[in-house]
């Protein structure tokens, strides 16, 4: 497998996880790609150092040569493409002119054009089913479609498609966390490719088979994980450390209930005046804002600021402060030992980055693709 837009490894573990070998990942991040290395080259998951560059002008000849691999022995193209750039494009391959672009998705596709491998695994946000209303989403099923290696004829060539939306919770991922994943088989009939159901769910009955959702609490407690004050930090886990956060921020997380709470339940009570002046005339919507995690339901999706309590619902359920890189790293499903970065903004963001290692295992166990797959 070789992954593309590799990050800190979150894909790359998922895959090693589930028995794959990985002979090459890529991505432009220095962060991410130092903690890549610290967690899978010096931990002997992988063999080599990921390469930095950009995947944009980065062809598959050259990463071939870079892991010294042969033309056509990469069974498995991975590829998280960022789909935050819409810039205009430099027009090689039709797109219609008046939907928006996506350069990253472009040059993934290409990327997987240079190589055509067997299996082809993405993921994304949940927003490309629906961005420029499904354009990009049509965009990329015709692009695989029409990719045939040299030797076939067209029907026998392109790749079978399956798009789903999942749920991270729904497969035992302590997190609410909507992706889009692909499964894009070569040769195969798209409705032939099966996406792996779920295997939790938030209240199984008797005769589930499904275990129940994994909850904030099953993740983060732990012996091994000292409980912190703000600016504290533990001394044999560098990640485990809180943010210094300002007196106002404490006053405000002190008056915010334990275990689910947040800012609007202070609306009418004496700590009122504690809500931040852009929320005071706020109905609905940044009610996460400064919320607590809640101790028996899954944590709210992780974002590269999951970290800070102004972004999201990232205080602790109990703590005064936001929740560390650690306990963020484990509410990702990553090893209670992965390194991070030093830095909190390059921790938080590589963590929010990640696909969690154990969805990515999950969805490896396809039922129909089996064959294709390590015992
Ligand atoms: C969604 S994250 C991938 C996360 C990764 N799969 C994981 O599980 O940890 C997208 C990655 O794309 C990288 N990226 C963005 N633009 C890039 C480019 N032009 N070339 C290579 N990598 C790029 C970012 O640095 C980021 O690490």
Redesign the pocket.
């Known amino acids: 497998m070789v992954?593309?837009?590799?990050?800190?490894?979150?894909?790359?573990?998922?895959f090693h996880q589930a028995g794959f070998e990985i002979r090459g990942a890529?991505?432009?991040?220095e962060d991410?790609l130092d903690t890549y290395e610290r967690n899978l080259t010096d931990e002997g998951i992988v063999d080599f150092e990921p390469l930095q560059?950009?995947?944009?002008e980065?062809t598959f000849d050259e990463i071939r040569d870079h892991f010294g691999l042969e033309k056509g022995e990469v069974d498995v193209i991975?590829g998280?493409?960022?789909c935050q750039?819409f810039s205009s494009l430099r027009d090689t391959t039709p797109w219609p002119e008046d939907e928006p672009k996506d350069?990253?998705l472009r040059?993934f596709v290409e990327r997987i054009r240079e190589e055509k491998p067997d299996l082809v695994f993405f993921?994304n946000v949940q927003g490309i089913l629906s961005s420029g209303e499904g354009a990009y989403i049509k965009w990329f099923r015709n692009q695989m479609e029409k990719v045939t290696r040299e030797e076939d004829t067209e029907e026998q060539g392109g790749y079978g498609v399956n798009l789903k939306l999942v749920n991270a919770a729904n497969y035992g991922i302590p997190q609410r966390r909507k992706r889009t994943i692909g499964v894009c088989v070569y040769g195969a009939d798209s409705d032939d490719i099966a996406v792996r159901s779920p295997t939790h769910t938030e209240n199984p009955d008797e005769d589930d088979e499904r275990e129940r959702w994994r909850w904030v609490q099953d993740a983060i407690v732990r012996d091994d994980l000292v409980n912190l004050s703000k600016g504290e930090k533990q001394d044999d886990d560098p990640a485990h450390r809180a943010r210094n956060h300002r007196q106002k921020t404490i006053d405000l997380m002190e008056a915010i209930p334990d275990d689910g709470g947040s800012w609007m339940d202070l609306r009418g009570t004496e700590h009122e005046d504690l809500i931040r002046e852009c929320h005071q005339n706020i109905d609905s919507g940044a009610g996460s804002a400064y919320g607590r995690m809640a101790w028996k339901e899954p944590a709210p999706t992780l974002t590269t600021r999951c970290t800070t309590p102004s972004c999201g619902r990232f205080t602790h359920p109990e703590a005064n402060r936001s929740i560390t890189p650690r306990e963020a790293a484990l509410l990702m499903t990553f090893p209670r030992e992965f390194e991070l970065p030093d830095r909190i903004s390059a921790a938080e963001r590589?963590v929010g980055?990640?696909?969690p290692?154990d969805l990515?295992e999950a969805m490896l166990y396809s039922p129909t693709v089996e064959g294709m797959f390590p015992s």
């Open positions: 992954d593309l837009f590799c990050g800190a490894g979150g894909a790359s573990l998922g890529v991505d432009i991040d991410a560059a950009d995947l944009e980065t991975c998280c493409p960022p750039n350069d990253l040059a993921e590589v980055n990640a696909v290692p990515v």
